[in-house]
Structures are given as structure tokens and as C-alpha cells.
């Protein structure tokens, strides 16, 4: 595992490592996961909860062991600041063409280390990563109410794919 430079705004240089998550990472990872449920509470307050997990820690040890869900994780110094989690995908349905994708389940970049091109390092290693493994596509969903994700993922070269849409019932 060799360490790589990630040169940022006003010419300065960081050393970081970008690796599979391993069980040592479950504190920083579940620190990630609660600033990710934040954003979305914020903005989805009646579909997300203020406060829970999204996974209990023998079900990310579980996915982080899976080669079907792996998890990147963005080390400096020792320090996990970031995470994409993944999953690979094939069509079920008969119609469509049997064509291997990875979707992106998540990134975070933790809230205090945002702005140093972090996401985008975690990005481009899950593109190498697809291709070395010959992944059509990448996909990923974005929430509407999180218009700096959308931004940064447009940013980074993705367009949509189709448009899930919703109506509330009940208010």
C-alpha cells in the first residue's frame, strides 16, 4: 500500500492512503455514518431520523468482509476522513442487458476535513477500482435535498440516470 500526494488549493500537498476498510476502521466509519444521517435529517427531517445507525457494527464488519460491498476508506496520518461504501450489481430483470455495475451506496467526507478534494480522491479510486474489475457503469442516487452532493458528483463527470419521483400522502 503505497501512500499518495493530494495536492490542494493553495499549493499545499497531503500524503494519504486509500485502502479497503478493515475492522479497525468501525469507530471512524460509524462517526461518518452519523454525520451522513445529519445531512439527510436536515434536509428529509420526515423520512430521516435525528438520531440511530444505519448499520449495527456486526453488519459493517459483515459488509466490510463482503468482495460483493467493498468499503474504501481515505487515511491521513492515521486518521480515516472519508469513506465509499459500494456494492456490485447485475441486472434481475430479462430485458436489460447483463452488463456488471458498481453502485455507490455512500461517500463521506468527514465535516471537518471537507474542501481538500478528499471526495473526489475516493471517487477516481472507486472509477479505477470498477474498471480494473470490469464494471460497466458506476451508479449512485442522490437526495434532491442535498444540492452540494448533486453538485459535486455532476462535477466529477456523472449525469443522470433516470429521475425517481414522489408524491407525499400524508402530511
Not at 459535486?152 to 400522502?169: D, H, K, R, W
Request: glycine share 6%.
Amino acid at each position: 500500500m503505497e501512500k499518495k500526494r493530494l495536492k490542494i488549493s493553495g499549493g499545499i500537498e497531503m500524503n494519504y492512503i486509500i485502502r479497503k476498510a478493515e475492522p479497525r476502521d468501525l469507530a471512524a466509519v460509524n462517526s461518518l455514518l452519523g454525520q451522513v444521517l445529519s445531512v439527510h435529517h436536515e434536509g428529509r427531517p420526515d423520512l430521516f431520523k435525528a438520531e440511530g445507525k444505519k448499520y449495527t457494527d456486526e453488519q459493517l464488519l459483515a459488509i466490510f468482509a463482503n468482495p460483493d460491498t467493498p468499503v474504501f476508506v481515505y487515511e491521513e496520518d492515521g486518521h480515516v476522513l472519508g469513506y465509499a461504501f459500494c456494492v456490485a450489481e447485475s441486472p434481475l430483470s430479462h430485458c436489460l442487458n447483463p452488463v456488471r455495475t458498481l453502485y455507490v451506496d455512500d461517500i463521506c467526507v468527514d465535516r471537518d476535513a471537507r474542501r481538500k478534494h478528499i471526495g473526489k480522491a475516493l471517487f477516481e479510486y472507486v472509477k479505477t477500482y470498477a474498471t480494473d474489475n470490469g464494471f460497466y457503469n458506476i451508479t449512485l442516487h442522490v437526495w434532491e435535498c442535498n444540492p452540494g452532493a448533486k453538485a459535486f458528483y455532476e462535477a466529477l463527470g456523472m449525469v443522470p440516470q433516470y429521475t425517481s419521483m414522489e408524491i407525499i400522502c400524508h402530511e
